[in-house]
């Protein structure tokens, strides 16, 4: 099979039409989006970046598949380095829980993580116990991650990182995006 015949299988024209309603809530953001971010390291230093994060319908239109590109700012298009790269999130409604099932994959630092995502009044949370490949100091055990979009316009949206070392009872923010729709 060729790549290109692998990537018209996964590719969908739209959602799905028995759940286009609650396909909304990634559907979206479908599309192209210019990315203005910074990082934020334990010890406060703060690591700014731009690039790119594309969304499209995939698996018969039941999902949202994205691709998000980063690199420092200043860099030219295509540079990375380590903490700053490319990665691609898989996104599936799952109607027997009203919730997203949601996986992410960060090759270049070597992470994949495993979320649920629901909408909370206007901002959308994903919610995850663990993040391989990322080393947070604190308790083992009481490690959490929250990410979220909010802010949520047709040509614009916040993305926020946080953890939490003590099981949610504080947070702090590890990175944040703002997306601009671009016209392509």
């Known amino acids: ?8 299988m996964l590719r969908a024209d739209g959602p799905d ?19 203005d971010g910074h990082a934020i390291a334990e010890d406060g230093t703060v690591t700014r970046f731009v690039g790119e994060w594309r ?6 239109g039941r999902g949202i598949q994205d691709v ?17 790269g490319i990665g691609s999130t898989v996104r599936v409604y799952d109607p027997d829980r009203d919730a997203w099932l949601i996986s992410w994959m960060g090759p270049s630092d070597g992470e994949f993580s495993t979320l649920f995502a ?3 009044g206007d901002r959308i949370v994903l919610e995850g116990q663990w993040t391989a490949g990322r080393q947070w100091s604190g308790p083992g055990t009481e490690r959490r991650f929250e990410w979220s979009f909010s802010e949520i316009t047709r040509a614009t949206f916040r ?7 003590d099981g949610g009872a504080t947070w702090r923010l590890t990175e944040e995006m703002l997306a601009t729709r671009r016209d392509d």
């Not at 039409?17 to 990315?35: E, K, N, S």
């Not at 969304?55 to 018969?60: A, S």
């Open 118 to 120: 629901r909408e909370s």
């Open 68 to 84: 998000l590109a980063v690199r420092p700012a200043g860099a030219a298009p295509g540079q990375r380095s380590r903490g700053i």
């Open 159 to 165: 993305w926020q990182g946080r953890i939490s070392l």
């Open 55 to 60: 969304f499209g319908w995939v698996l018969e």
């Open 17 to 35: 039409p028995d759940l286009a309603d609650r396909l909304a809530t990634f559907g979206r953001f479908v599309g192209a989006w210019d990315i």
């Open 1 to 8: 099979m060729s790549d290109d015949t692998m990537i018209s």
